[in-house]
């Protein structure tokens, strides 16, 4: 049964997926046409893994842009998230791009996804704003070490918790701490009508409960489920956020007005299952 924070969020993400299929941040038509979805992060460091025919399972993929890009790369993928919007339009769009025999898509809450879809995989994927809706990183870590195949690579590429602690008004020399770094499981709640998308949208279901999740609370659960730390990265740039004290750079990054190179953005780690 949905709790009263799973149903909340659900309601918020259902309504989001047609506002971002037509937004430019997610450019489909710019998809449709071959550009590639991911970031040169995932891109330098995941690529190199994904050959044709590794088989790839995507948590929480929204409407599978990332997935399928993984997919045109060879991967024979699987994503899952817990929005029937977001699933619909995944499946339309493998379809549509001729990619639907190597795309699986499923609807499922993340931490319950054993008991709807079989199989492990070479890879286990997920990226950029996934965190933050999961309560808890126990059951989550159980999907993750469920799913990966013996030798098979976790790959997290998201926000940094730093940045996710900072209020909406910080300025670039003056950066505040709105939020806790150790949040103790309650959630935080938000009532935001829009999207990062598109912040006019007019939405309705507009409530949400997020849980920041410190670098102890996100890496421990998984050593401990017997996965090894093949790299932890930090990095000074990020995309899709929308605070004041960010600017965007010639590369298209974003980084902190005045302080290029000084304070982490975003992170992402690479994990082996070894047994
Ligand atoms: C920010 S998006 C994922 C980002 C993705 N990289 C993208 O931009 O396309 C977060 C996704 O998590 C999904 N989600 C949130 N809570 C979930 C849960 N408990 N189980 C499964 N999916 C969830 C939402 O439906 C949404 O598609």
Known sequence: MLDDYLKANLANWDERVGVHVGSDLYDVDGFRSGRSSLTRVEQDELGPLVHEGTSLLH????????????????????????????????RALADEVGLSARATFVQSDVTSL???????????????????????????????????KPGGTFYLAEFHPNVLTLAEDSTPDRLRVGYPY?????????????????????????????????????????????????????FPFTHGLSFPFLEKCEDGLLRVKGHHDDFPLSFSLKMTRET
Request: some cysteine; proline content about 4%; glycine content about 10%.
């Open 182 to 234: 150790f949040q103790h499981g309650e959630p935080l709640r938000f009532d935001e009508p829009g999207t990062y998308a598109d912040p006019g949208a007019r939405t309705r279901n507009n409530v949400t409960y997020e849980w920041v999740h410190g670098f102890a609370e996100t890496i421990d659960p998984l050593l401990r489920r017997g996965l090894r730390l093949d790299f932890l990265h930090e």
């Open 59 to 90: 948590l929480q993929c929204h409407f599978g842009l990332d997935t399928l890009t993984w997919a045109r790369a060879g991967a024979v993928v699987t994503g899952a998230d817990f929005s029937g919007a977001a699933i619909a339009q995944a």
């Open 114 to 148: 054993a008991d709807v879809l079989e199989g492990r995989f070479d890879v286990v994927f997920t990226s950029w704003g996934v965190l933050i809706w999961l309560q808890d990183l126990e059951p989550w870590a159980d999907v993750v070490a469920h799913f990966l």
